[in-house]
């Protein structure tokens, strides 16, 4: 049975639970047996040899029995009761307590994955309804061993039918699943140049995703460095905020061999389970716009206490939108060695302009922040129409803080806006993805660092700008008002200006103000500098009006074509 008939049979399982179960309700039984069964055939192996190296040691006086077990397993996890899927159809009258007693003989990481699920009470609803060995016995019939279904195959998997349960239940369809193309796109810039990991014999590297998802910006990452070098290793970390999301994510983790304690639960930016932790790579895809009031007190209480000493030091971001505190609390896992570290976030248009200079630290200080400590190396606008759950525009930014060569000082800005094909069928908002040439041509395009019609090359310094304060003089009765020996400013006819850091005040005002107003000057003490990326500004091509002649003869075309009706309906 192959990827896509596994998913469909998983997903047919549904049907047993209709009129019993809501819709909604769908996947309190499927994810968690969907694990479990994908647990199951990854032991199924090794489980005789399991059973009979427990017998010999349970009587010992061995305190923890799971690291020998484990070896017995190979891998980070095990299941020391005599059921699996089989046996456990096989006894179809003590089917519920049978299944308990499986679920607690998985070694305490697997366990855990387990209970995220919260299966426990399904198990007893199940039962009740006579669908217990129904369901099973159809789980039972689907073989999801990684050499049938890899990793990356069944992160789609469980994507799908999160996506698919989701739709039922009127909810966000995937909320923030990130494309496999967009992944392996993040992926390939990440690791261009990174010889080391892709050529040497024993090379280790670690990457983080702050918002781990099932694991798919992990296991891509994987497949890629596997696919150069089976004899690296690259060690993943993730934190994911969804129990399901991340009982998902670390299932997958102990079948690779990984640590399954690199993997926690709970919100990244005001928990954070990797404090003073760094990582040579960092990736994610935050939740597009994420309203963070709700754990706004930690993240202010650390902005004051801490400063440039904590995660936020460089400025909040409206509460409307965290994605900048999901790149800052990145920004502070990049190591601080000569080598430093690489980061690529997926954002929508937001963080490129929003935020206005101000004496408040927001998102333009934090641009700030970013480009002239020479941290931001590229940004690639996307093509539409790319995600599940938006259509909207979505840019990917690069970080490195130990720029090298000819990128020092430098931003790179991509224009991929028009590397898609389209799909043949579209799932949600997704109509278009990037192909495997397409990936190849725009990795091409940022590693090459050349000025073209879709790569522009700019100063760190072109992004910024003085934002100064234009008073004017107030009159009364005809007559300029001064006050302690300077005239008192107008407010009604304060104004303001945004004059570029590579450019003279002084000379911009006799320029462009001071002909039209002689008697305005800048109230120095309200200057701010901001930071703004405008890509469109930047890739924006004039298109000539058509002329008169072209607008006729289209009409007339137009009328000639529909048969002269047009004529008809003017007279």
Known sequence: MGIKESANFIWSIADLLRGDYKQSDYGKVILPLTVLRRLDCVLESSKEKVLKRFEQVKTMNIQNLDPILNKEAGYNFHNRSKFDFNKLIADPNNLASNLRDYINGFSDDAREIIEQFEFDNQITKLDDNNLLFLVLKRFQEVDLHPEVISSVSMGYMFE????????????????????????????????????????????????????????????????????????????????????????????????????????????????????????????????????????????????????????????????????FLFLMHLISKMKQDDEGSKLAIVFNGSPLFSGSPSSTKNESSIRQWIIENDMLEAIIALPTQLFYNTGISTYIWVLNNRKKGKRKGKVQLINGVDFFKKMSKSLGNKRNEISKKQIEELTSVYGEFTETKISKIFDNTDFGYHKVTVERPLYKDGKKVISKGKPKPDTSLRDTESIPLKEDIQAYMEREVLPHVPDAWIDESKTNIGYEINFTKYFYEYKPLRSLEEIRANILALETETDGLLKKAIV
């Open 160 to 323: 799908e039918l999160i996506r698919k349960f989701a739709e039922l239940s009127n909810e966000t369809a995937g909320e923030h699943f990130t494309p496999r193309e967009v992944i392996k796109l993040m992926i390939h810039i990440l690791f261009l140049n990174d010889n080391d990991i892709l050529t040497q014999r024993g090379k280790r590297r670690t990457i983080y995703d702050c918002c781990a998802g099932t694991g798919g910006m992990l296991s891509v990452a994987d497949e890629y460095i596997r696919e150069h070098n089976e004899h690296a290793h690259l060690e993943m970390f993730g934190q994911e905020l969804n129990p399901e999301s991340y009982a998902i994510c670390k299932a997958d983790m102990i079948i690779k061999n990984q640590n399954p304690t690199n993997i926690r639960k709970g919100n990244s930016i005001s928990d954070d389970k990797f404090e003073d932790k760094q990582f040579d790579y960092l990736i994610t895809n935050p939740p597009f716009g994420v309203k963070w009031e709700k754990f706004s007190k930690p993240v202010i209480d650390e902005h004051k206490a801490k400063g440039h000493a904590g995660r936020f030091g460089a400025g909040l971001p409206s509460k409307s939108d965290g994605s």
